[in-house]
Protein backbone atom coordinates (compact mmCIF):
# COMPACT_ATOMS: atom_id res chain seq x y z
CA UNK A 1 0.00 0.00 0.00
CA UNK A 2 1.30 3.01 -0.81
CA UNK A 3 1.45 5.45 2.00
CA UNK A 4 2.58 8.54 3.71
CA UNK A 5 3.25 7.68 7.79
CA UNK A 6 3.76 10.07 10.05
CA UNK A 7 4.91 9.99 13.67
CA UNK A 8 6.91 13.14 16.07
CA UNK A 9 4.19 14.82 17.32
CA UNK A 10 3.08 15.79 21.24
CA UNK A 11 2.86 17.88 23.55
CA UNK A 12 5.08 20.11 24.20
CA UNK A 13 6.16 23.98 26.62
CA UNK A 14 6.97 26.97 24.69
CA UNK A 15 10.14 27.15 23.93
CA UNK A 16 10.56 23.47 23.31
CA UNK A 17 11.47 21.30 20.18
CA UNK A 18 9.68 18.60 19.05
CA UNK A 19 11.21 16.19 15.48
CA UNK A 20 8.02 15.27 13.27
CA UNK A 21 8.88 12.24 10.85
CA UNK A 22 7.31 11.14 7.32
CA UNK A 23 7.81 8.13 6.16
CA UNK A 24 7.33 6.63 2.63
CA UNK A 25 5.80 3.37 2.26
CA UNK A 26 4.71 1.53 -1.24
CA UNK A 27 6.86 3.98 -2.92
CA UNK A 28 10.40 6.14 -2.39
CA UNK A 29 10.46 9.99 -2.02
CA UNK A 30 13.05 9.96 -4.94
CA UNK A 31 12.26 12.75 -7.56
CA UNK A 32 9.60 14.04 -5.19
CA UNK A 33 8.81 17.40 -3.40
CA UNK A 34 7.88 16.91 -0.09
CA UNK A 35 5.72 19.28 1.56
CA UNK A 36 4.79 20.14 5.29
CA UNK A 37 1.34 21.71 5.95
CA UNK A 38 -0.31 22.59 9.73
CA UNK A 39 -3.89 23.67 10.28
CA UNK A 40 -5.14 24.71 13.52
CA UNK A 41 -8.55 24.42 14.84
CA UNK A 42 -10.62 27.08 12.65
CA UNK A 43 -8.18 27.81 10.71
CA UNK A 44 -7.50 27.01 7.06
CA UNK A 45 -4.48 24.85 6.18
CA UNK A 46 -1.13 26.74 5.92
CA UNK A 47 2.34 25.00 3.81
CA UNK A 48 4.93 25.70 6.13
CA UNK A 49 8.25 23.95 4.67
CA UNK A 50 9.20 22.12 1.37
CA UNK A 51 11.79 20.13 0.91
CA UNK A 52 13.27 18.67 -2.50
CA UNK A 53 14.36 14.93 -1.45
CA UNK A 54 17.00 14.67 -4.33
CA UNK A 55 18.08 18.32 -4.49
CA UNK A 56 17.48 19.11 -0.97
CA UNK A 57 16.64 22.80 -1.48
CA UNK A 58 14.47 23.99 0.82
CA UNK A 59 12.14 26.80 1.59
CA UNK A 60 10.08 28.26 5.13
CA UNK A 61 7.55 30.79 5.37
CA UNK A 62 8.05 33.49 7.22
CA UNK A 63 6.23 32.38 10.58
CA UNK A 64 9.02 29.52 10.90
CA UNK A 65 12.27 30.24 9.27
CA UNK A 66 14.65 30.06 11.43
CA UNK A 67 12.89 27.99 13.94
CA UNK A 68 11.88 24.90 12.03
CA UNK A 69 14.45 22.60 9.53
CA UNK A 70 13.56 20.00 7.36
CA UNK A 71 15.78 17.75 6.00
CA UNK A 72 15.98 13.71 4.68
CA UNK A 73 17.22 10.54 5.23
CA UNK A 74 17.44 8.63 1.85
CA UNK A 75 18.56 5.52 3.69
CA UNK A 76 15.20 5.82 5.83
CA UNK A 77 13.26 7.16 2.82
CA UNK A 78 12.13 9.50 5.14
CA UNK A 79 11.81 13.37 5.57
CA UNK A 80 12.40 15.39 8.84
CA UNK A 81 10.62 18.67 10.05
CA UNK A 82 12.79 19.65 13.14
CA UNK A 83 11.09 22.34 14.97
CA UNK A 84 12.29 24.78 17.65
CA UNK A 85 11.42 27.44 20.01
CA UNK A 86 7.82 26.46 19.51
CA UNK A 87 5.41 28.72 20.53
CA UNK A 88 1.60 28.30 20.75
CA UNK A 89 0.65 29.85 17.71
CA UNK A 90 2.70 26.61 16.68
CA UNK A 91 -0.55 24.30 17.78
CA UNK A 92 -1.84 22.29 14.97
CA UNK A 93 -2.50 19.10 12.97
CA UNK A 94 0.94 18.29 10.85
CA UNK A 95 0.68 16.83 7.60
CA UNK A 96 3.24 15.70 5.18
CA UNK A 97 2.75 15.59 1.53
CA UNK A 98 4.36 14.08 -1.36
CA UNK A 99 4.52 15.92 -5.27
CA UNK A 100 6.74 15.13 -8.25
CA UNK A 101 9.36 17.57 -7.88
CA UNK A 102 9.54 19.33 -11.46
CA UNK A 103 12.38 21.21 -10.28
CA UNK A 104 10.78 24.41 -9.72
CA UNK A 105 11.43 26.43 -6.36
CA UNK A 106 10.45 24.97 -3.56
CA UNK A 107 8.08 28.56 -2.67
CA UNK A 108 6.27 27.63 -6.01
CA UNK A 109 5.72 24.54 -5.01
CA UNK A 110 4.25 24.54 -1.88
CA UNK A 111 1.93 26.59 -3.41
CA UNK A 112 0.43 24.15 -5.47
CA UNK A 113 -3.16 23.44 -4.09
CA UNK A 114 -4.30 20.26 -2.44
CA UNK A 115 -5.72 18.36 -5.05
CA UNK A 116 -2.19 18.51 -6.75
CA UNK A 117 -0.07 17.04 -4.20
CA UNK A 118 -0.16 12.87 -4.75
CA UNK A 119 0.11 11.53 -1.45
CA UNK A 120 -0.92 13.28 2.37
CA UNK A 121 0.16 11.70 5.60
CA UNK A 122 -2.21 11.44 8.47
CA UNK A 123 -1.38 13.81 10.26
CA UNK A 124 -0.27 14.31 13.53
CA UNK A 125 -0.85 16.88 16.44
CA UNK A 126 1.71 19.28 18.07
CA UNK A 127 0.49 21.01 20.90
CA UNK A 128 2.23 23.56 22.88
CA UNK A 129 1.34 25.04 25.84
CA UNK A 130 2.14 28.01 27.31
Known amino acids: EVQLVESGGGLVQAGGSLRLSCAAS????????IGWFRQAPGKEREGVAC????????YYTDSVKGRFTASSDHAKNTVFLQLNALNPEDTAVYYC???????????????????????WGQGTQVTVSS
Open 97 to 119: AAVIDWLASMQGTLAHPSYEWDY
Open 51 to 58: ISYNEGST
Open 26 to 33: GFTFDKYA
